[in-house]
């Protein structure tokens, strides 16, 4: 009889040889532990989830600025700007009040001007020419336009001189009368023809022209870029 055969038992209720009962296994606590932090972890996940779904219906998401792609740039204070704090401009110099324009435009003196008139109009091109002396232009020629102009001319006035002449030159000029366009032909010179077409009525108005000249000097800056 073996040993495992409690007294008193036999037969069909004997235990023999060396192997004992199957006993199930003791969970480990690794295991346990484990799966403990995974639920915490799958929990949290789930409340941050959450919170960010809020915080989008409720418009608090602090990316929703920039889901159209914009940009703030950064300003100055009023304040800081006014005491010269931090990212404020440098205040101007008595120097450089009287910078140099940023522009350097040749001035009416240095520009020679031929006036033709194209219309039917008498006496209109020394009448223009005349004004022009005034504002300092110095006047070439003087008479009706050539023929290859005359009466074919419905603008305001052509600008016509070398491929080699200063643009500034043009646009010097062309404040003095707006609507004008500009045209190019053989000739070596530095000289400017104003050709006066059926639809000009005037000369614009000094003030006027020197606004115009101030604003070429000096051009609006670029907006900063952020």
Do not use: W
Request: proline share 10%.
């Amino acid at each position: 009889m073996s040993m495992l055969t409690p007294p008193g038992m036999g037969g069909k209720y004997r235990v023999t040889g060396a192997a004992y009962p199957r006993m199930s296994r003791k969970r480990s606590r690794p295991r346990i532990v484990l799966a403990i932090l995974g639920s915490v972890l799958a929990l949290a996940l789930v409340g941050y989830g959450a919170l960010q779904l809020i915080d989008v219906f409720r418009g608090d998401s602090p990316k929703r600025n920039t889901a159209a792609g914009a940009k703030d740039c950064p300003t100055t204070p009023p304040k800081d700007a006014a005491k010269g704090g931090p990212g404020a401009a440098p205040a101007a110099s008595p120097a450089s009040a009287a910078a140099k324009p940023a522009v350097v435009l040749p001035p009416p003196g240095e520009i020679t001007v031929n006036v033709y008139n194209a219309t039917p109009r008498a006496g209109l091109a020394k009448a223009v020419g005349d004004e022009l002396a005034k504002r300092g232009f110095v006047i070439g020629h003087v008479g009706n336009a050539p023929a290859d102009f005359d009466k074919k001319v419905p603008g305001t006035g052509i600008l016509l001189g070398s491929p080699t002449t200063d643009k500034a030159a043009f646009s010097v000029l062309g404040t003095q009368l707006a609507g004008t366009t500009q045209q190019t032909d053989t000739r070596e010179g530095a000289d400017i023809d104003l050709i006066l077409g059926d639809a000009f009525k005037e000369l614009s108005t000094k003030e006027d022209a020197d606004k115009a000249l101030a604003v070429l000097a000096n051009p609006a800056p670029a907006p900063a870029k952020c």
